[in-house]
């Protein structure tokens, strides 16, 4: 069935370092691609999405394509922030009638100073 | 300002107990959603709707009921037949057209007493 695989967290890195979090999927169909981010005690808010194969999708310093020739969609960032300091989703939505999204399980980010 | 808002943002529930957790939006979206988060997992759909008068059930439908009256307000019931039902829930909202973005509530915790 249609699936999102992320790496297992927790991430843990030092302020300024480079960020990738591996996320890989499978889908019947041309599905759109995105990234959520998880503050403590919060919703849901989206990062970046990209709906095509090669589109990249970028906000706030992290980017990720649409790589469908490897069905993945790497976030990254080239300096993190303690503030990034969050759980990240990877997400993708099916081209059918439902309209919903398939969630990885979840890649936990930890910024130390 | 436009969003979705879900209260409460704490609930106790009591064994043998109904809750509802409510969801309002104002950004005048088709499509809302219901979603359950476990600690350290991914999101799973509960139930979504499309239009007013219509919903359908998602991935963990049982236990749970929901009714949508009101292009607004999409309201989720936890029945007594939710056995384990301690999760964070989140709405979301979306435009029914293709694959648009579902934008996110701040959640409701639900914990049994």
């Known amino acids: 069935g249609d699936s999102v695989t992320q790496m297992e967290g927790p991430v843990t890195l030092s302020e300024e370092a480079f960020l990738t979090i591996n996320c890989t999927y499978t889908a019947t169909g041309y599905p759109s691609l995105f990234w959520y981010v998880q503050y403590p005690g919060e919703g849901l808010q989206l990062l970046l999405k990209a709906t095509k194969a090669d589109d990249k999708g970028s906000n706030k310093g992290f980017e990720a394509t649409y790589r469908k020739e490897t069905t993945s969609f790497h976030l990254e960032k080239g300096s993190v922030q303690v503030s990034d300091s969050a759980v990240y989703f990877c997400?993708?939505?099916?081209?059918?009638?439902?309209?919903?999204?398939?969630f990885g399980s979840g890649t936990r980010l930890l910024v130390r100073p | 300002d436009g969003g979705i808002t879900q209260s409460p943002k704490y609930l106790f529930r009591k064994e043998g107990q109904n809750v509802t957790l409510s969801c309002e939006q104002n950004?005048?979206?088709?499509?809302m959603y219901w979603y359950r988060q476990d600690p350290g997992q991914g999101l799973r759909l509960i139930y979504y709707s499309q239009i007013v008068n219509d919903f359908q059930k998602g991935d963990i439908a049982e236990g749970y009921s929901v009714s949508r009256e009101k292009k607004e307000s999409f309201p989720l019931t936890v029945t007594s037949a939710q056995k384990n039902p301690t999760a964070f829930y989140l709405c979301?909202?979306?435009?029914?057209?293709?694959?648009?973005?579902?934008?996110f509530g701040p959640g409701t915790r639900l914990l049994v007493l």
């Open positions: 979301a909202s979306s435009i029914a057209r293709g694959l648009e973005t579902q934008y």
């Open positions: 950004l005048n979206h088709d499509a």
């Open positions: 997400a993708l939505t099916l081209r059918d009638s439902s309209y919903k999204l398939i």
